[in-house]
């Protein structure tokens, strides 16, 4: 079992920053990936950025790239989500998620921002962005 919690969340106007945060319990001898997701009014989940159990791989989804910056610190179980150039369009709830190692099998480029890979969610944390 793996537990998550996320921080950070709040309002800021276009152009701003915010910096989330997710600590994790963790699975007593299984790595796991993380990621973050996020989901607006009335849209699907959609995967924002991936990261691998030791922090050296990323993968980021295009709305993400060159805006956001995804990291983790295994010695403190926290994964971080800076997000820079907000814009309106980045206003969902942001989720993060943990699969274990070995569960992205298969060729599918899409696999690391899938949500269905994911096992394991937090609450969610709410980010606004006005314009």
Request: glycine share 12%; aromatic share 10%; with cysteine.
């Amino acid at each position: 079992q793996v537990q998550l919690s996320e921080s950070g969340g709040g309002s800021v106007q276009a152009g701003g920053s915010l910096r989330l945060a997710c600590t994790f319990s963790r699975l007593a001898s299984t790595p796991i990936h993380l990621a973050w997701f996020r989901q607006a009014p009335g849209k699907e989940r959609e995967g924002v950025a991936h990261i691998s159990t030791g922090g050296g791989v990323t993968h980021k989804s295009d709305s993400a790239k060159g805006r956001f910056a995804i990291a983790r610190d295994n010695a403190v179980n926290t994964m971080y989500l800076q997000m820079d150039s907000l814009q309106p369009d980045d206003t969902a709830v942001y989720f993060c998620a943990a699969a274990p190692q070995g569960s992205f099998g298969g060729l599918d480029p899409a696999r690391w921002l899938s949500a269905d890979r994911y096992k394991y969610w937090g609450q969610g944390t709410q980010v606004t962005v006005s314009s």
